[in-house]
């Protein structure tokens, strides 16, 4: 049609215009079928290579944090074997993803040359003119590699539009309860006190919401109370944690801090409220300062108060820059202990009414073990800390334990009185530590009783 309609506007001048625009719709037309094949085929290639390569940067980023670890237990043969399929498999998508290419370049580049050769037997026939095909020809070349260049790109834009479905695909992730809520100005120093009841609280997690992990827990946790969580592995100690910082929302039943709903409360009024010193203690990249006083709230002399009252006071002196030292990347440059030793300071800083120890000793030295428990006996008086622990001894001395089993929550009373019984959760614990662990262990709880 579009041939035929400048053919008749243009005359013989036309002739060269008519001449491309047949070039053109040819082309098009003759490649329409190979694009759209093409574009749908390295689509769902790029599909295939987008997930195919996030196990595999996944993986090495999690080997490289774990290098020092993988080395020292001589597992780096294993971390190849589970490297190698993965890098199998995202180059088999990219290979095939080249392979397309090269299959459509070539299909694209033959339909030029069958195209060039068609208007050059024309013109060996005399049935156009020869310049008019020699100039047809030269433009139509460049023409055609323009074309080339336009339908690949094309198809690269369509392919790259995979990201961007993933990307909407993560938009559409169900996200936290909000951060911020109207209710959190109207408790500016919440939580005073640091009581903690649970009622009645159910939880599972969404991945498979028909389990429940937490069955109708129910407790009070009085202010400044020391409370020892304790229980086989699996039975749910982490998860009533994960309820506690709401990282999972419970299915029923309410958990109440200082008797305020935390369901009501915004995530990062609830958050920053409670201090967590996780079982791998981990700081941040600056010095020793920023990271005990971050927003700078604190005089030189109140963080070197709580240097002492941890044990740490001797060790920052006799560090060239003191509270200036540079803290490297995640505190690499300072031992376990002393890591969460600092964490131990910062909650004493930050005068914070709950504290929450997730087996906080369970990667550090023995002396590091023994200030850690000084420090809980005799700075952490006032407030209220909640510690799933596996070493018995360091929290036979509680005033409370919690001990659940598959999510029920089976017994909640002092250590003496539980050790009293035959069958509870903790004296089983403890006498699996041996008689002799045992008679200390009695002897903890019984000081701590009296
Ligand atoms: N993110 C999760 N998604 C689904 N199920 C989970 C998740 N985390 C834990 N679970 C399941 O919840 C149950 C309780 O796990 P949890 O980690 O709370 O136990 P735990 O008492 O802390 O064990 P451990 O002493 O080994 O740390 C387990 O059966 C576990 O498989
Ligand atoms: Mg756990």
Redesign the pocket.
Known sequence: MVYCYLAFINGYYGHFITIYAHWIWRSVYSYFPALSFYNASYRELKRLSSLSKSPLLSHISETSHGLDTIRAYGLQSQFEALLLPKIDLCNQSHLLMVHAQFWFNLRLKLLGCLLVLALILLGVNGLLNSSIVGFAVTIGLQLNEELNTFLMNLGLFEANMVAVERLSAYIKIPSEAPAICPIDSSLPNWPCLGTIEFRNVYMS?P??PE?L?LKNVSFVIKAGEKVGIV??????????M?TLFRI?EPRSGAILIDGQDISQLGLSKLRESIEMIPQVAILFSGTIQSNLDPQNKHTAQEIWDVLEKVGLRQFVAGLQDQLDSVVENGGQNFSAGQRQLLLFAGVLLKKAKLVVLD?ASSSVDVESDRLIQICLQKEFSGITVLC?A?RLDMIAGFDKILG?NQ?ILEEFDTPANLLAQTNSIFKQLVDATGPDNAVYLHKLATVSNQ
């Open positions: 997690y991945r498979n389990r992990i229980g086989r592995t699996g039975s749910g100690k982490s998860s009533m994960d999972v087996e799933v596996h659940l999510g």
